[in-house]
C-alpha cells in the first residue's frame, strides 16, 4: 500500500505561482511513476503531468506546457508540481497518484491516489 498526502494548494491570483508537494509512504518510492492530475466539479479527472522512476523523463499536458513543471526527490519520497504563470481555468481539485513502472498519462492506470488539494486562481 502507498499512501499520497498533497500539500500546498490554496487561493492566487491569475499570474501567479504555487508548488503542490505530494509525499509518499511507499519504501521502495523510486520503483513507482508519479503523475498530477486535476478535477472541476461535474469534469472527468483531467492529465497534468508525470514523471518517470528516475524523474529523466517528464510528460505534460499541452494546457500547462511551458507553466508547470514536475519533479521528484526520491531521497525524501516526494513529487512536487511547480505551477507558475496561472490562470483561472487551472482552478481545480489537484490529485497526485502512483502507479508502479510504467510510466502512462491515463488516469485509470494509476493505482493509488492522494485525498486532493484545492488550487483556486482568481482573476
Known amino acids: 500500500q502507498v499512501q499520497l498526502v498533497e500539500s500546498g494548494g490554496g487561493l492566487v491570483q491569475a499570474g501567479g505561482s504555487l508548488r503542490l508537494s505530494c509525499a509518499a509512504s511507499a519504501r521502495t518510492f523510486s520503483m513507482y511513476t508519479m503523475g498530477w492530475f486535476r478535477q472541476d466539479p461535474g469534469k472527468e479527472r483531467e492529465f497534468v503531468a508525470a514523471?518517470?522512476?528516475?524523474?529523466?523523463?517528464?510528460y505534460y499536458a499541452d494546457s500547462i506546457k511551458g507553466r508547470f513543471t514536475i519533479s521528484r526527490d526520491n531521497a525524501k519520497n516526494t513529487v512536487y508540481l511547480q505551477m507558475n504563470s496561472l490562470k483561472p481555468e487551472d482552478t481545480a481539485v489537484y490529485y497526485c497518484a502512483a502507479r508502479k513502472l510504467v510510466l502512462t498519462t491515463t488516469p485509470n492506470e494509476y493505482s493509488y491516489w492522494g485525498q486532493g488539494t484545492q488550487v483556486t486562481v482568481s482573476s
Open positions: 514523471i518517470s522512476l528516475s524523474g529523466s523523463s517528464t
